[in-house]
C-alpha cells in the first residue's frame, strides 16, 4: 500500500506549529513554552511528534523547539544531504533562523548521533547535551562488539539497499516492524504506530531514509578506522542508554572516557531503544537535572 504524505501535522497539546528558512531549507518544527531554549532532535522511524510527551513536562521551565529532520516529518525533502554533518549543519540553520546564539540539545537516535556531532563539530552553540539510545563516536570495534552488534542491524541493510530500502519503506513493512518490536511493553498505540509509518509512504521521504541509512554504512566504517579518536567533546553531557535495546548494544555505550570528561553514561535496565517513549519521565527529570529548571 502506497499513501500520500499526511497534509498536516498532528496536534501536540501547548506547541505551535511553525516553519523556517533555515540556510535554503524549509524547515518544520513544533515549538512550546518560555525560558532557555533546548533542542529535540527526533531519530527513525519517528518525527517531531515523538517528543510530545516531553514537551508536556517541560514546557514550563524551557522553550522546546522539536524540528523535523530534513526529509522526515514535514520538513523539506530534497534528493541531498543524508548524512548527520548536514543534520547538524541544519539546525545551526535553524538556531540562527531563531535568533538563537546556544541552546540545550536532547536527541534520539539519529537525533542523538547529531547531537554528538553538534558537540564536536559546533561547540559554541551548544551548551548541554542529553543523548538517547545512539552510540557515540569514540568506539572501538572488538570481536565481542562485532558479535553481538551485527545481528541487531540487519534492517539498516534492508534500509540502504536501493530499490529494496525504498519498496519496504514506501509500503510501510520496516518502519511497522522497527516501531512494533524494538521496544520494551507497548509504548505506541495502533494508530500512533500507522501515523509514523505513513510519514515515510511519499517517494522523497523512502528515498531520503535509504540515503541515511548508506551514511550509516559509511560512518560505521569510518569510525571503525578513528576518524574522531581525536576529537574532545567539551559540553557536559549524559548518555542514556536501554540495557534491552534490540538496535544498538549497550557497548556501544563504552569507552567514551578520554574523549569526553564531561559524559556520564547511565544504562537504564528495564527499556529498550524507544526510551523517550518508554521513559518519559526519566528522559524529562535527567533533562532537568541536566539544564536546571
Not at 538517547?132 to 534492508?158: D, E, F, N
Not at 520496516?174 to 500512533?192: A, H, K, V
Amino acid at each position: 500500500m502506497q499513501g500520500t504524505h499526511p497534509a498536516q501535522p498532528p496536534p501536540i497539546e501547548g506547541a505551535e506549529h511553525r516553519y523556517a528558512d533555515a540556510g535554503g531549507l524549509r524547515v518544520h518544527y513544533a515549538e512550546a513554552g518560555e525560558g532557555p531554549p533546548v533542542l529535540l532532535l527526533h531519530g527513525w522511524p519517528q518525527h517531531h511528534a515523538m517528543w510530545r510527551g516531553t514537551i508536556g513536562m517541560l514546557r514550563d521551565s524551557f522553550r522546546l523547539i522539536a524540528p523535523d529532520l530534513r526529509g522526515f516529518g514535514w520538513t523539506e525533502a530534497p534528493a541531498h544531504g543524508y548524512d548527520c554533518e548536514v543534520f547538524a549543519q541544519d539546525q545551526v540553520a535553524l538556531l540562527d533562523a531563531l535568533g538563537i546564539e546556544r541552546a540545550d540539545v536532547i536527541g534520539h537516535d539519529w537525533g542523538g548521533w547529531t547531537t554528538f556531532l553538534l558537540g564536536l563539530q559546533h561547540p559554541v552553540r551548544v551548551r548541554r547535551l542529553l543523548v538517547c539510545s545512539a552510540p557515540h563516536p569514540w568506539g572501538r570495534p572488538s570481536p565481542r562488539l562485532v558479535m553481538r552488534q551485527l545481528p541487531k542491524i540487519w534492517y539498516t541493510l534492508a534500509a540502504a539497499t536501493p530499490g529494496l530500502g525504498p519498496a519496504l519503506l514506501r509500503n510501510g513493512w520496516l518502519s511497522r516492524n522497527i516501531l512494533s518490536r524494538g521496544n520494551i511493553g507497548t509504548p505506541f498505540t495502533p494508530e500512533e504506530i500507522e501515523a509514523y509509518v505513513d510519514s515515510f509512504r511519499a517517494p522523497e521521504r523512502a528515498l531520503a531514509v535509504s540515503h541515511l541509512y548508506r551514511y550509516y554504512q559509511r560512518v560505521f566504517a569510518q569510525g571503525a578506522r578513528g576518524r574522531w579518536r581525536k576529537s574532545r567533546l567539551q559540553a557536559p553531557t549524559r548518555l542514556l542508554f536501554g540495557e534491552r535495546d534490540r538496535y544498538l548494544d549497550p557497548l556501544l555505550a563504552e569507552g567514551f572516557e578520554g574523549n569526553a570528561e564531561e559524559m556520564a553514561l547511565e544504562l537504564v535496565p528495564d527499556s529498550g531503544h524507544f526510551i523517550v517513549d518508554e521513559k518519559p519521565e526519566l528522559v524529562a527529570e535527567r533533562a532537568r537535572q541536566l539544564f536546571g529548571a
